[in-house]
């Protein structure tokens, strides 16, 4: 099966590059924002959206134009990857995904992405990487990466700059076992809770994402299937009125998330649907999700 990993290192620019990076990701910034701001028009006005197609030829106009010259500084790939970003956030807002885009601010999550592979070398042996209109940048070297690069971010945090590298590798596909199948609830205590209380990390084993619907899971007992909102005594805790089962609210929704799991698998259709599901092998083991 085909993996994709990110590994990300912290860069050690020079003054240069340094003052480079800040610049493109202000370019990028600026092109995200300009673009968006055309399209609220647009959509304000009940005219449609441009495409990204629309959108490219409009920053060959911006960067070739007497008004932000300043743009053909910034290495081309990374803004039209902008774009892209925009275009992908349009996508989820007309699918009730997300919200609508907002504009960028400096200083939040400044970044900018080389999506072609075809355009960087890394060297790990001498701890650097090359990326276009910035040259051959060092890198603390925590850690070897493994498979062929597909795309490079760079991003700005607490002062520093770090390069998070993604890549393609292929890995013998593993088998598991029913048994190490677990249930998770997004909650408010805790951002995530599994149904065998442990705190939630990805194991790179090659599991499966099973979609049950969320419905009662947080007020359903697990020892007598007694539904009631009385049961949720608070954000926090459960307690069955009808037995007396208690438990942590967000474990006793897990819980009953791991239990709607296995029935999708014992009958082979989603319950969500009632369509069969084909399911698809992820690079991690994921839980079910409620």
């Not at 970003?85 to 960028?104: G, H, I, Q, S, V």
């Not at 005594?233 to 942590?248: L, R, W």
Request: hydrophobic residues 35%; charged residues 25%.
């Amino acid at each position: 099966m085909q993996r994709l990993q990110a590994f990300k290192y912290e860069l050690m620019p020079n003054g240069q590059q340094h003052r480079d990076m800040r610049r493109f990701a202000g370019s990028c910034r600026f092109v995200f924002n300009k673009a968006l701001a055309m399209q609220k028009e647009r959509f304000e006005a009940g005219e449609k959206k441009l495409g990204y197609a629309g959108l490219c030829k409009l920053l060959t106009e911006w960067r070739n134009g007497t008004e932000t010259p300043w743009l053909k500084d910034a290495p081309v790939h990374p803004l039209q990857q902008t774009l892209k970003d925009l275009e992908r956030a349009y996508a989820n807002f007309f699918a009730k995904r997300a919200n609508y885009p907002r504009f960028k601010k400096k200083g939040q999550s400044d970044n900018f992405r080389y999506p072609d592979s075809q355009q960087i070398k890394l060297d790990q042996a001498n701890r650097r990487l090359f990326l276009p209109k910035l040259g051959w940048l060092r890198y603390r070297n925590s850690r070897d990466v493994l498979g062929t690069v597909k795309q490079v971010t760079v991003s700005q945090s607490v002062g520093k700059w770090f390069v998070s590298i993604q890549t393609e590798r292929e890995v013998e596909q593993p088998r598991h076992e029913s048994g190490s199948m677990i249930g998770l609830d997004v909650g408010v205590a805790k951002f995530a809770t599994l149904s065998d209380g442990l705190e939630y990390k990805q194991l790179w084993n090659g599991g499966w994402v099973i979609v049950v619907p969320p419905q009662n899971t947080s007020r359903t007992c697990p020892a007598c299937r007694y539904v009631a909102k009385e049961n949720r005594k608070t954000q926090a805790h459960f307690e069955c009125v009808k037995c007396g089962y208690s438990e942590n609210a967000d474990l006793n929704a897990a819980r009953n998330i791991l239990a709607a799991g296995h029935a999708v698998l014992a009958c082979g259709e989603s319950v969500q649907s009632g369509r069969s599901m084909k399911q698809e092998p992820a690079e991690v083991s994921q839980p079910a999700f409620g």
